[in-house]
């Protein structure tokens, strides 16, 4: 049983985690950016640095 609390535990963590790594990417999405499959592509290969995360986020924040 303590198999299974600890499997589910590594799940929720994982989803909430990637939840939190993409946030840049579903903000452009969700706001018709003109840019956003650039800053997706930005936020998934330089994201995992935090400075291409930042960058991602102020990028998809902003009014183009």
């Given at each position: 049983?303590?198999?299974?609390?600890?499997?589910?535990?590594i799940?929720?963590?994982?989803?909430?985690?990637?939840g939190?790594?993409?946030?840049?990417?579903?903000?452009?999405?969700?706001?018709?950016?003109?840019?956003?499959?650039?800053?997706?592509?930005?936020?998934?290969?330089?994201?995992?640095?935090?400075?291409?995360?930042?960058g991602?986020?102020?990028?998809?924040?902003?009014?183009?």
């Open positions: 049983m303590d198999e299974i609390i600890g499997i589910f535990m799940l929720v963590g994982f989803t909430v985690a990637a939190i790594y993409l946030i840049p990417t579903y903000i452009a999405f969700r706001k018709n950016h003109p840019n956003a499959v650039a800053i997706a592509a930005l936020n998934i290969l330089l994201g995992w640095m935090f400075i291409g995360w930042v991602a986020l102020i990028w998809a924040l902003s009014k183009e």
